[in-house]
């Protein structure tokens, strides 16, 4: 656990180019954090987990978890606005579900000292292009939640790779091309970000047996909390 900390640090330490302008209101104030995410933040499959799409604060998800750290470290509060299969397109108006797309006009509400946005994953899975797809839909997010909180840091998070996709021969065959488009959204808008791949394996790895569950997808109890500290690394020391 004392390397994935330390290499944690090593990571943010390289921090997207433009993001200083992107700390003053985390780094000054730590009252309150807002999490975008998919089922990757929902506590999907966990124990405890009771059904449903969105968020169910069970307390290994590395959401719950970061939620607990940083309400007893700094009284933050935290709000989670993930949904199962969201894609970043759902964050923006002609999204699928209610849930998501009234999320930035949340944000705008709660203007949160940080906004992490935890998407990607779903694309890569249902095989929307890295390019045509995911790059603008991620800098119109990015950009909706600028304009809604001008205030807040937004951190983005490039996830683990699923050991799973939904085409038998899917075209966009790599992963790195969608966390490539997730880091250079960061480094295009200011923002930090955090790349998930170097803590934990593909899912479907034979390194990543006792991470993931069945389904390659979704980090068991112990993923979860290799997740939480890389964010909670990020929460504690990127400033």
């Given at each position: 656990?004392?390397?994935i900390?330390?290499?944690?640090?090593?990571?943010?330490?390289?921090?997207a180019?433009?993001?200083?302008t992107?700390?003053?209101?985390w780094?000054a104030?730590h009252?309150?954090?807002?999490?975008?995410g998919?089922?990757?933040s929902t506590?999907?499959?966990?124990?405890g987990?009771?059904?449903?799409d969105?968020?169910?604060?069970?307390?290994?998800?590395?959401?719950?978890?970061i939620?607990?750290?940083?309400?007893?470290?700094?009284?933050?509060?935290?709000?989670?606005?993930?949904?199962?299969g969201?894609m970043v397109s759902?964050?923006?108006p002609?999204?699928?579900?209610?849930?998501t797309t009234?999320a930035?006009?949340?944000?705008?509400?709660l203007?949160p000292?940080l906004?992490?946005?935890?998407?990607?994953a779903?694309?890569?899975?249902?095989?929307r292009?890295p390019?045509?797809?995911?790059?603008?839909?991620y800098?119109?997010l990015?950009d909706?939640i600028?304009?809604?909180?001008?205030?807040?840091t937004?951190?983005?998070?490039a996830q683990?790779q699923a050991?799973h996709r939904?085409?038998?021969?899917?075209r966009?065959?790599s992963?790195?091309?969608?966390?490539?488009?997730i880091?250079q959204?960061?480094?295009?808008?200011?923002?930090?970000?955090?790349?998930l791949?170097?803590y934990?394996?593909?899912?479907?790895?034979?390194?990543?047996?006792?991470l993931?569950?069945a389904?390659?997808v979704?980090?068991?109890?112990?993923?979860h909390?290799?997740?939480a500290d890389?964010?909670?690394t990020l929460?504690?020391?990127?400033?």
């Amino acid at each position: 656990m004392v390397a994935i900390l330390a290499a944690v640090v090593a990571a943010l330490a390289a921090t997207a180019p433009g993001s200083a302008t992107a700390a003053p209101a985390w780094c000054a104030d730590h009252a309150s954090i807002a999490v975008l995410g998919d089922s990757g933040s929902t506590g999907y499959g966990l124990p405890g987990y009771p059904g449903g799409d969105v968020y169910a604060p069970t307390a290994d998800g590395w959401a719950s978890r970061i939620t607990t750290l940083a309400a007893t470290t700094w009284r933050t509060t935290t709000t989670v606005l993930a949904h199962n299969g969201a894609m970043v397109s759902d964050f923006l108006p002609g999204g699928r579900w209610p849930e998501t797309t009234a999320a930035v006009g949340r944000v705008g509400q709660l203007q949160p000292s940080l906004v992490l946005v935890e998407l990607g994953a779903n694309e890569y899975i249902q095989d929307r292009s890295p390019t045509a797809v995911l790059a603008p839909a991620y800098h119109r997010l990015v950009d909706s939640i600028k304009a809604a909180s001008p205030r807040s840091t937004i951190a983005v998070v490039a996830q683990w790779q699923a050991g799973h996709r939904n085409s038998a021969q899917p075209r966009n065959t790599s992963w790195a091309a969608y966390a490539e488009v997730i880091a250079q959204t960061a480094a295009d808008e200011g923002s930090r970000f955090l790349d998930l791949r170097q803590y934990l394996p593909p899912g479907d790895s034979a390194a990543g047996q006792g991470l993931f569950l069945a389904d390659h997808v979704h980090p068991t109890a112990a993923g979860h909390h290799v997740v939480a500290d890389a964010v909670w690394t990020l929460l504690r020391d990127d400033c």
